[in-house]
């Protein structure tokens, strides 16, 4: 039987106890020594986690990231009936996502299951609903900015350079040079219905944003890599498609909103990637939209309220 590749695993809790080891894997697995750059670890209130009830607590130190830190641990390197214990052996309130250590390496390693929770410097890039096109308080995004930096005025931060009219396409390749500066440790792709556009010009038949979205977020993904930074992808919403028409010589539909929807979710499950969903918070609720593409101050509230209850 062929042996699977084996994975590398980030470890610096229990995972590193051979006891533990002996336990999950049936062995204990060599550890080298290795370090995390940009990430500190703060304590992740749990529930109903049988690990930490065995040990009589309520918490549990989780990795969360933070300019200038590191975190000393070790490289687990693991098959995949191994790795899939691992994930078994974390609380619920983990994910498995990428990480680069700093010796260049790229590994594995269980971070804080709510993105936006685990965040500190946060860069917002998309189109005009993430902007907050039709809501002069700013949208959802200057609503999560202001309660993000009130949380922590020193480390926290929050830079929205969303663009009216923007595609995947557009953001992947204006975002690169938007980084440096302002040292991300996230980056939220808010990817909007610009992609599932169809034009009425006939002359423009051929072009179709969702044909390949997969680039783009290919190219995202590695810049996100590139600063050690986390990727969230974020959208669609839904669509009053009876109010849409002809806007602005496009033409918007469910049927297309859908379609990109399912290929965000597939493209973030294949590689990893948080996708937040916020297509059922506003769904077959009209009154919250200002011309059934962009919801209206009302509307924006409550994408605030579904993001901080879900993914804060």
Same mark, same amino acid.
């Given at each position: 039987?062929?042996?699977?590749?084996? #994975?590398?695993?980030?470890?610096?809790?229990?995972?590193?106890?051979?006891?533990?080891?002996?336990?999950?894997?049936? +062995?204990?697995?060599?550890?080298?020594?290795?370090?995390?750059?940009?990430?500190?670890?703060?304590?992740?209130?749990?529930?109903?986690?049988?690990?930490?009830?065995?040990?009589?607590?309520?918490?549990?130190?989780?990795?969360?990231?933070?300019?200038?830190?590191?975190?000393?641990?070790?490289?687990?390197?693991?098959?995949?009936? %191994?790795?899939?214990?691992?994930?078994? #052996?974390?609380?619920?309130?983990?994910?498995?996502? +990428?990480?680069?250590?700093?010796?260049?390496?790229?590994?594995?390693?269980?971070?804080?299951?709510?993105?936006?929770?685990?965040?500190?410097?946060?860069?917002?890039?998309?189109?005009?609903?993430?902007?907050?096109?039709?809501?002069?308080?700013?949208?959802?995004?200057?609503?999560?900015?202001?309660?993000?930096?009130?949380?922590?005025?020193?480390?926290?931060?929050?830079?929205?350079?969303?663009?009216?009219?923007?595609?995947?396409?557009?953001?992947?390749?204006?975002?690169?040079?938007?980084?440096?500066?302002?040292?991300?440790?996230?980056?939220?792709?808010?990817?909007?219905?610009?992609?599932?556009?169809?034009?009425?010009?006939?002359?423009?038949?051929?072009?179709?944003?969702?044909?390949?979205?997969?680039?783009?977020?290919?190219?995202?993904?590695?810049?996100?890599?590139?600063?050690?930074?986390?990727?969230?992808?974020?959208?669609?919403?839904?669509?009053?498609?009876?109010?849409?028409?002809?806007?602005?010589?496009?033409?918007?539909?469910?049927?297309?909103?859908?379609?990109?929807?399912?290929?965000?979710?597939?493209?973030?499950? %294949?590689? #990893?990637?948080?996708?937040?969903?916020?297509?059922?918070?506003? +769904?077959?609720?009209?009154?919250?939209?200002?011309?059934?593409?962009?919801?209206?101050? %009302?509307?924006?509230?409550?994408?605030?309220?579904?993001?901080?209850? #879900?993914?804060?």
């Amino acid at each position: 039987m062929t042996e699977s590749r084996p #994975h590398a695993l980030f470890c610096f809790g229990t995972l590193l106890d051979p006891r533990v080891q002996t336990a999950l894997f049936g +062995r204990t697995v060599p550890t080298e020594a290795a370090t995390l750059a940009g990430h500190a670890t703060r304590p992740l209130a749990v529930a109903g986690d049988s690990v930490t009830a065995a040990g009589g607590r309520d918490v549990r130190p989780t990795l969360a990231r933070k300019l200038g830190a590191t975190v000393e641990g070790g490289v687990l390197r693991l098959s995949d009936r %191994e790795l899939a214990a691992a994930d078994d #052996h974390e609380i619920d309130d983990h994910v498995r996502r +990428r990480v680069t250590l700093a010796s260049g390496e790229t590994a594995w390693a269980h971070l804080d299951a709510r993105p936006l929770r685990a965040a500190a410097r946060i860069v917002i890039v998309g189109d005009s609903i993430a902007y907050g096109r039709c809501d002069p308080e700013g949208g959802w995004a200057g609503q999560f900015a202001t309660a993000h930096i009130a949380a922590d005025e020193h480390a926290h931060r929050v830079f929205n350079l969303a663009v009216p009219g923007s595609t995947l396409a557009d953001v992947g390749e204006q975002t690169p040079a938007l980084l440096p500066p302002r040292h991300p440790d996230t980056i939220v792709v808010a990817a909007g219905i610009n992609d599932s556009a169809v034009p009425l010009a006939a002359s423009d038949t051929g072009i179709d944003g969702l044909r390949d979205i997969t680039g783009p977020l290919d190219a995202l993904l590695a810049t996100a890599r590139r600063h050690h930074a986390r990727l969230v992808v974020l959208g669609p919403l839904w669509l009053d498609e009876s109010c849409t028409g002809d806007f602005e010589g496009l033409r918007f539909t469910a049927a297309r909103a859908l379609e990109l929807r399912a290929a965000l979710r597939t493209w973030c499950a %294949e590689h #990893h990637v948080d996708h937040l969903d916020l297509w059922e918070p506003l +769904r077959d609720r009209p009154e919250l939209f200002v011309d059934g593409l962009h919801p209206g101050t %009302e509307g924006h509230k409550e994408l605030y309220r579904y993001l901080s209850a #879900h993914h804060c």
